[in-house]
Antibody, heavy 120, light 107 residues
């Protein structure tokens, strides 16, 4: 059974940093691209960032480019999102998500999410 | 960036009726189109990918069609568990982009 477990969310002041982690199990982690997708409660879905199976290609939404960094450690079956210079508009539930393929396909599985609240 | 627009925003349907949800892209997504279902308090679930391929375990009452910039999700006979929000998403280019969603509610 595929499992994606996020951690690292919480309350943080504007301008500060936070690092999200996602531990994967139930599949061969380094066979798949991975993503972070966020959702403001009650609103729609926004793709934040994605990374190919081998980290050769990485992408970001314009809203986070230059502030967020995605990475993965295939040896640890883990995905990360380093979030710097956080803003109030970054407040959302952040989902770790597994692609259907090694590069880019649809998102096949989602974690339960980590809530990030940016507020003073 | 490819912008995805879903319509209608809300669809009121009686159980047993058919629901048709639309998704339009600002440029061709070459059938790299997925649909997701999300119920309150839950993570999204993949329904359809590649425009018309049902994901594992998805009932046959869900079907997808379309091409180019216009796509449709059809739920042939709505069951009580189908009342939820639905999102389309293109994955032909990064950034991946989602539509704003269609909420299917009980009429």
């Amino acid at each position: 059974e595929v499992q994606l477990v996020e951690s690292g969310g919480g309350l943080v002041q504007p301008g500060r940093s936070l690092r999200l982690s996602c531990v994967a199990s139930g599949f061969t982690f380094d066979d798949y691209a991975m993503h972070w997708v966020r959702q403001v409660p009650g609103k729609g879905l926004e793709w934040v960032s994605g990374i190919f199976w081998n980290s050769d290609s990485i992408g970001y939404a314009d809203s986070v480019k230059g502030r967020f960094t995605i990475s993965r450690d295939n040896a640890k079956n883990s995905l990360y999102l380093q979030m710097n210079s956080l803003r109030a508009e970054d407040t959302a539930l952040y989902y770790c998500a597994k692609d259907l393929g090694a590069t880019t396909a649809a998102i096949g599985y989602w974690g339960q999410g980590a809530l990030v609240t940016v507020s003073s | 960036e490819i912008v995805m627009t879903q319509s209608p925003a809300t669809l009121s349907v009686s159980p047993g009726e058919r629901a048709i949800l639309s998704c339009r892209a600002t440029e061709s997504v070459s059938n790299n189109l997925a649909w997701y279902q999300q119920k309150p308090g839950q993570a999204p679930r993949l329904l359809i990918y590649g425009t018309s391929t049902r994901a594992t375990g998805i009932p046959a009452r869900f079907s997808g069609s379309g091409s180019g910039t216009e796509y449709t999700l059809t739920i042939s006979s709505l069951q009580s568990e189908d009342f939820a929000a639905y999102y389309c998403q293109q994955y032909t280019n990064w950034p991946l982009t989602f539509g704003g969603g269609t909420k299917v509610e009980i009429k």
